[in-house]
């Protein structure tokens, strides 16, 4: 499950289905005409259910290595097989200990464009969707328009709009970066690389003056790079102990960055320089809690910026944190410094997926792994942090969580019920280090009968000189019941 907020849209993602809605589909429910009418195909709906295979009657070929030149130079055994990386079926890593899940669907990654105009979502089948769902003035279109479908070298991992929303950013597993057109306009490239990692990217987003471009990976790092010319790098940020799980740029009025990690810290950074002008640890401010998990990373960053408050929440924590943040400028107007003051503690009944602000009406909005309580939604934000610790959470009912309860209970229909719904938020990132063929890569290679893909992955770093030792999660901390796992 994905949620992804901008505008007056918000938009989540249920294994092969989107919801979208928008912010009157969060009045309690009592305040619409009726809990039937709200997902439908009309104007005037306020929720709408996006299927993915009512979009998917035409199959897309696979990519060749002219359509994707970075992902065929930087795949394992390029230079002798150039497109056996690209042909694997989809999900053959799962095979050996999931064949149930076998030819499952869901979608990956999911963003919505800056007006609420258009949603892109990228599924595990390696295939791009851009849909037009609005009309930019937060009303939903009857039928939601494809604009744009597209398939891609690798799963993508992260997704976001340029803000004249024509171009979509595509992260993918593989460590690449692509720019797609929405709106096809002459002399537009279709399938253009931008730039290339040599390990997972986590999150990708442009700076405010669209003139960067800022990638996370499973390395550690956040790099800087000019846009659309991305060889051309500004900067390193570097600073975390582990991988970074997501990116957020707070304001248009200073080039500060914050990072949240699988260490458990926001790190602000002037990216720019690549300097790191401030950190705070969610891990110190939380209570110790028990964890079915290696992993404890930052998996939610947002900011709400009339209270200048940056709101957070680890994988393994019932609860969000808030921090008000203070910029400190040098005398030449460059960020010097970034202090993190705890704000509020807000209780929640289960586990962070993810959240967003829907800035037009002043309200959180919380998606949580619980099948029964999806999602919280926390109206009239600026007031509630006013009151430390207290309870802001409201449960009314309203129309999007109707909807998604609704399509949940659906789900749960099937044989397999909501098993793989609720993943693990790190699970594409990393994969236990057995002999079992569970990393996607490993089973791509399987499938076409070569050798493992780390192990052409280190030939092929050696001949380059790209050589980096991975650190295991042993070398940092114990995971849970002593299984070791390394970046995929």
């Known amino acids: 499950m994905h949620l992804s907020v901008s505008g007056a849209v918000v938009v989540v993602a249920l294994a092969d289905k989107l919801i979208v809605g928008t912010n009157d589909s969060l009045r309690a429910t009592s305040e619409v005409n009726s809990p039937a009418s709200v997902a439908s195909t009309s104007p005037q709906a306020s929720v709408i259910v996006v299927k993915r295979d009512d979009y998917a009657a035409e199959d897309l070929a696979e990519p060749s290595a002219e359509e994707f030149p970075l992902a065929t130079e930087n795949a394992p055994g390029a230079a002798s097989k150039p497109k056996s990386k690209l042909a694997a079926p989809h999900n053959v890593g799962l095979a050996a200990n999931r064949p149930d899940i076998l030819n499952a669907k869901w979608f990956s990654a999911v963003a919505v464009s800056p007006s609420g105009t258009f949603v892109a979502a990228a599924d595990n089948l390696k295939t791009l969707f851009v849909f037009k769902v609005s009309d930019g003035n937060g009303t939903l279109s009857g039928k939601p328009e494809l604009v744009l479908k597209q398939k891609l070298a690798k799963r993508s991992m992260a997704l976001t709009f340029s803000a004249d929303e024509k171009t979509i950013i ?26 290339g990692h040599i390990s997972v990217l986590t999150d990708v987003l442009l700076s405010p003056d ?66 790191e002008i401030g950190s705070v640890s969610l891990t110190n401010s939380t209570k110790p809690a028990e964890s079915h998990s290696a992993m404890n990373g930052v998996v939610a ?11 957070a929440s680890l994988s393994e924590l019932n609860e969000i944190l808030g921090y008000k943040i203070q910029f400190t400028t040098s005398p030449d107007g460059q960020p010097a410094d970034v202090k993190f003051y705890p704000a509020f503690s807000l209780p929640l009944p289960s586990a962070v997926l993810s959240f967003g602000f829907l800035s037009i009406c002043d309200t959180l909005i919380v998606l949580q792994r619980d099948s029964s309580h999806p999602l919280t939604i926390i109206s009239g934000f600026s007031a509630a942090i006013k009151q430390p610790n207290a309870e802001l959470a409201k449960a009314e009912r309203n129309s999007l969580t109707d909807v998604l309860l609704s399509e949940l209970g659906e789900l749960q229909k099937r044989p397999e019920g909501l098993d793989g719904l609720f993943r693990e938020p790190f699970a594409d990132l990393f994969s236990p280090t057995s002999r079992q063929p569970v990393a996607e ?27 980096k030792k991975k650190r295991t999660n042993a070398e940092i901390d114990a995971p849970a019941d002593g299984v070791q796992m390394e970046c995929s």
Not at 301 to 311: G, I, R
């Open 170 to 195: 595509v992260a993918d597993k593989l460590g690449d970066a692509y720019r797609f057109a929405v709106v096809d306009e002459p002399g537009t490239e279709p399938n253009l690389p931008i730039l």
């Open 210 to 275: 669209q003139k960067f471009i800022l990638t996370a990976d499973c390395d550690e790092k956040v790099r800087v790079s000019h846009y659309p010319l991305a060889d051309d790098i500004q900067s390193f940020c570097l600073g975390h102990t582990r991988f970074v799980t997501k990116l957020l740029i707070p304001t248009h009025d200073h080039s500060v960055v914050l990072s949240g990690s699988g260490d458990g810290t926001i790190r602000a950074f002037n990216y720019l320089s690549g300097d």
């Open 301 to 311: 960053l947002a900011y709400h910026a009339p209270s200048q408050t940056v709101v």
């Open 441 to 467: 890569d490993e089973a791509d290679d399987a499938a076409d009968g070569s050798e493992n893909g780390r192990s052409k992955k280190a030939k092929s770093d050696a001949k380059s000189g790209g050589v």
